[in-house]
């Protein structure tokens, strides 16, 4: 690659690193790095690295990723394992946690390592795909540099558009629930106008810091309705060799379904760790993610 050929289209490119050694490091591709005397800068990234006051702690990150992991989907969990078995829908349980979390661990050594091939503080979820694409040594895959940033920008709107539509439905049949009998029936599209405001308040708060006791009042709720359900799921038990153990193959697609819609975490690991005190906390066998 010549030393003035651009690596992506728009791409500002500035002042670069060295490879350390002449040698591949374990999991690193010598051979894709950029040009002596050049860097690549993501010029579409306006996120500005957040100021020291407004980082969030160990504890605060926990939290968040606690809030993000653990929400309606667990209420679902029951019909799940109903499409799979008990003993194949709880392994495959604990396969899918496993997968998931060792995606999160890659998604984070990936995105180090591009802060480090590009001179970046950090780097958003869309700018870890936008830099994969440009430091590539295939040429056909940095010209898709920018088109691979759209469509996960693309994609991560849609997913997060549902799960709150989710949210939303949920909320509101519950408090339909509720009131009805009280005040009589009550269309539960009012009740999604009527949380429809405080959501749009809490949307419009960017810092994780001040979203920290809000995430944490939360989880509290969360644990106490659990527990409550758990009373009442726990009484009269049927025996276990009485449920199936695993169930047939055009069940499981609903099981697989159910169970991911429960593994929602992965889009909030690279913004809870653009704005921790200690990033490198994240990781590690006794780390943040895997504490959490």
Same mark, same amino acid.
């Given at each position: 690659?010549?030393?003035?050929?651009?690596?992506? %289209?728009?791409? *500002?490119?500035?002042?670069?690193?060295? /490879?350390?050694?002449?040698? =591949?490091?374990?999991?690193? +591709? &010598?051979?894709?790095?950029?040009?002596?005397?050049?860097?690549?800068?993501?010029?579409?990234?306006?996120?500005?690295?957040?100021?020291?006051?407004?980082?969030?702690?160990?504890?605060?990150?926990?939290?968040?990723?606690?809030?993000?992991?653990?929400?309606?989907?667990?209420?679902?969990?029951?019909?799940?394992?109903?499409?799979?078995?008990?003993?194949?829908?709880?392994?495959?349980?604990?396969?899918?946690?496993?997968?998931?979390?060792?995606?999160?661990?890659?998604?984070?050594?990936? %995105?180090?390592? *591009?802060?480090?091939?590009?001179?970046? /503080?950090?780097?958003?979820? =869309?700018?870890?795909?936008? +830099? &994969?694409?440009?430091?590539?040594?295939?040429?056909?895959?940095?010209?898709?540099?920018?088109?691979?940033?759209?469509?996960?920008?693309?994609?991560?709107?849609?997913?997060?558009?549902?799960?709150?539509?989710?949210?939303?439905?949920?909320?509101?049949?519950?408090?339909?629930?509720?009131?009805?009998?009280?005040?009589?029936?009550?269309?539960?599209?009012?009740?999604?106008?009527?949380?429809?405001?405080?959501?749009?308040?809490?949307?419009?708060?960017?810092?994780?810091?001040?979203?920290?006791?809000?995430?944490?009042?939360?989880?509290?709720?969360?644990?106490?309705?659990?527990?409550?359900?758990?009373?009442?799921?726990?009484?009269?038990?049927?025996?276990?060799?009485?449920?199936?153990?695993?169930?047939?193959?055009g069940q499981l697609p609903l099981y697989f379904g159910t169970a991911l819609f429960a593994f929602t975490g992965i889009n909030v690991v690279l913004p809870l760790e653009n704005q921790m005190k200690s990033p490198t906390d994240l990781k590690g066998w006794n780390g943040v993610l895997n504490t959490s």
């Amino acid at each position: 690659m010549e030393e003035n050929e651009p690596l992506l %289209s728009g791409v *500002l490119v500035v002042n670069s690193y060295e /490879p350390d050694t002449d040698e =591949s490091k374990e999991g690193v +591709a &010598s051979d894709i790095y950029i040009p002596s005397g050049s860097e690549v800068i993501i010029g579409k990234n306006t996120t500005k690295e957040p100021k020291a006051e407004y980082k969030i702690s160990n504890t605060d990150t926990i939290i968040h990723m606690v809030k993000f992991n653990i929400g309606t989907g667990i209420l679902a969990m029951p019909d799940a394992i109903k499409n799979s078995g008990l003993v194949v829908g709880n392994i495959g349980l604990v396969v899918m946690a496993t997968i998931c979390v060792h995606c999160m661990h890659i998604l984070v050594n990936t %995105s180090k390592e *591009l802060c480090r091939r590009t001179n970046q /503080p950090f780097l958003t979820y =869309s700018d870890v795909v936008e +830099a &994969s694409f440009a430091t590539s040594s295939n040429p056909r895959l940095r010209a898709l540099a920018s088109t691979a940033r759209t469509v996960i920008d693309v994609f991560i709107c849609i997913t997060q558009l549902g799960i709150c539509c989710v949210y939303i439905v949920f909320i509101s049949q519950n408090l339909q629930q509720i009131f009805d009998s009280y005040y009589g029936e009550v269309n539960y599209h009012i009740y999604m106008a009527i949380i429809l405001i405080p959501m749009l308040v809490l949307a419009n708060i960017k810092n994780l810091k001040h979203l920290s006791p809000v995430s944490m009042l939360s989880n509290i709720l969360l644990f106490t309705g659990l527990c409550i359900i758990s009373y009442y799921i726990f009484q009269d038990l049927p025996c276990t060799w009485e449920r199936k153990t695993a169930a047939t193959f055009g069940q499981l697609p609903l099981y697989f379904g159910t169970a991911l819609f429960a593994f929602t975490g992965i889009n909030v690991v690279l913004p809870l760790e653009n704005q921790m005190k200690s990033p490198t906390d994240l990781k590690g066998w006794n780390g943040v993610l895997n504490t959490s």
